[in-house]
């Protein structure tokens, strides 16, 4: 069945940047997206690509999309204490239903 | 301002009891969807509905029920018959095409 994996952590510096990666197994997936969750809140869509898109930029966020390997990433520029939180990828399947993966937490060091 | 809420934020019962939570939502969306989420897990899908009077279970619906009558709710109920029914219940909705967009959250604990 579809599956999303994604790495369970991740540290980084203050100031620096943080890639998270997701690898899926759908690839009839339309839209693959990253959504974030601060603790005891809902989740919030962060951003999205198409499936036909290799990139997206949007402010501090770069999405790269490499469709061939099933692998999607998240760079977060300029990390600050506030992009603290879990990241959840997830890519869409029939029906508008979505598959999440179980989300990378992302500790930000001083 | 448009968006989902869900009521209440935290809930507590005892074990054997029904208890209903609230998803209503004022963005004219289609879809709604409910989602189960345990520590450390990511999210599972309970019951999903795409038009109003008809629903569909997901991977997880045994001990679950929901309705849908109005575009706007989609009330879980979470009876006697589950058998871990403390967890974050998160609800969703959709318009066909990008995303679904999530309200805050319910914290069930049952004792």
């Known amino acids: 069945g579809e599956d999303v994996e994604q790495s369970l952590f991740l540290s980084v510096r203050e100031g620096d940047s943080s890639v998270i990666n997701c690898t899926y197994t759908?690839?009839?997936?339309?839209?693959l997206y990253w959504y974030k969750q601060e603790p005891g809140a809902g989740l919030q869509l962060l951003t999205y690509i198409f499936s036909n898109m290799d990139m997206k930029q949007d402010q501090r966020l770069t999405v790269l999309l490499n469709k061939k390997d099933k692998h999607l990433s998240l760079r977060i520029a300029d990390t600050q204490t506030g992009d603290s939180a879990i990241y959840f990828c997830?890519?869409?399947?029939?029906?508008?239903?979505?598959?999440f993966g179980k989300g990378t937490r992302l500790h930000i060091l001083p | 301002d448009g968006g989902i809420t869900q009521s209440p934020k935290y809930l507590f019962r005892k074990e054997g009891q029904n208890v209903t939570l609230s998803c209503e939502q004022n963005l004219n969306h289609d879809a709604m969807y409910w989602y189960r989420q345990d520590p450390g897990q990511g999210l599972r899908l309970i019951y999903y509905s795409q038009i109003v009077n008809d629903f569909q279970k997901g991977d997880i619906a045994e001990g679950y029920s929901v309705s849908r009558e109005k575009k706007e709710s989609f009330p879980l109920t979470v009876t006697s018959a589950q058998k871990n029914p403390t967890a974050f219940y998160l609800c969703?909705?959709?318009?066909?095409?990008?995303?679904?967009?999530f309200g805050p959250g319910t914290r069930l604990t049952v004792t």
């Open positions: 759908d690839s009839s997936s339309t839209y």
């Open positions: 969703a909705s959709s318009m066909e095409g990008v995303g679904q967009y």
């Open positions: 997830a890519e869409s399947i029939e029906d508008d239903k979505i598959i």
